[in-house]
Antibody, heavy 123, light 107 residues
């Protein structure tokens, strides 16, 4: 069974930092392309960024609002995706989801999503 | 950035009704359009990918069509469990973008 389990969400002050994790199981993580998406309270879905597999270069791409503040990384030995968030702002308050853009078999959008973790930025 | 505009924003419908939700892209995106269902306090669930490809485990009353800039999600014979917000999502180019969502209320 495929599982994506996010963790690390918390209440943090403006200007602070936080690292989210997404633990993957049930598929070949090291060949997967993984994304982060967020959803502010009562709002729609917003793409945050993605990381390709190391075999595809391991490159990262980010949405404009987070570029330069957020960093996506992966530890394939732990089947875990990370989102390092620095210089946090109130508008970063959201539920953060990880999802699989391409699985280890090369199938795009297999439908793997985590349950989300809440980040609240407030003083 | 490709903007996706869904219509309607909200619709109140009765069970067994047929519902159509549209998603219009600000430029041609081929068939790189996917549909999700999201219920309160749940993560999005993939319903249709690449405009019309069905997903294993998703009821057959959900179908998708379209290409280029205009896309449609159709729900035949609506059931009460279909009350949710529906989003379209384009993967044609970065940044990945989503429509604003369409909330379906079941009367």
């Amino acid at each position: 069974e495929v599982q994506l389990v996010e963790s690390g969400g918390d209440l943090v002050k403006p200007g602070g930092s936080l690292r989210l994790s997404c633990a993957a199981s049930g598929f070949t993580f090291n060949d997967a392309w993984m994304d982060w998406v967020r959803q502010a309270p009562g709002k729609g879905l917003e793409w945050v960024g993605r990381i390709k597999s190391k075999t595809d270069g391991g490159t990262t791409d980010y949405a404009a609002p987070v570029k330069g503040r957020f960093t996506i990384s992966r530890d394939d030995s732990k089947n875990t995706l990370y989102l390092q968030m620095n210089s946090l702002k109130g508008e970063d308050t959201a539920v953060y989801y990880c999802f699989t853009e391409r699985d280890g078999s090369g199938i795009y959008y297999p439908g793997y999503w985590g349950q989300g973790t809440l980040v609240t930025v407030s003083s | 950035e490709i903007v996706l505009t869904q219509s309607p924003d909200f619709r109140s419908v009765t069970p067994k009704e047929k519902v159509t939700i549209t998603c219009r892209a600000s430029q041609s995106i081929g068939s790189s359009l996917h549909w999700y269902q999201q219920k309160p306090d749940q993560s999005p669930k993939l319903l249709i990918k690449y405009a019309s490809q069905s997903i294993s485990g998703v009821p057959s009353r959900f179908s998708g069509s379209g290409s280029g800039t205009d896309f449609t999600l159709t729900i035949n014979s609506l059931e009460t469990e279909d009350a949710a917000t529906y989003y379209c999502h384009q993967s044609y180019n970065l940044p990945i973008t989503f429509g604003q969502g369409t909330r379906l209320e079941i009367k």
